[in-house]
C-alpha cells in the first residue's frame, strides 16, 4: 500500500493558545477562576494551571467542552491562534 506524504501545519503552541483563549473568554464573560472551577467542576488550582502561560498541565475534551459550556463559546474558539498571545 502506498501512502501520500501530507504536509500539515500543526500549531506548536496549542496549550498556550488554550491557556490565553480561556482566560481571554472567562474575562469577558466576568467570572473568576474560582467560579469557573465550579462551574466545571475542576478544582480551582488545576484552572489556575490551565490559565497558566507557563504551566505544561494537560486536560482532558471533557475539561475543555466543560470550559466553553460555561464560557458560551465553542471549542474551536479556544483552540484558535492567537496574533500576539497577550491580554
Known sequence: MKYDVKDFDFSKD???NVSYN???YRKLKGITQEQLALYTDRS???VRRIESDKGKRGFSVDTLYRIAVVLGVTVNDLLEDNENGED
Open 14 to 16: 496549542l496549550k498556550k
Open 22 to 24: 480561556v482566560k481571554k
Open 44 to 46: 480551582f488550582e488545576f
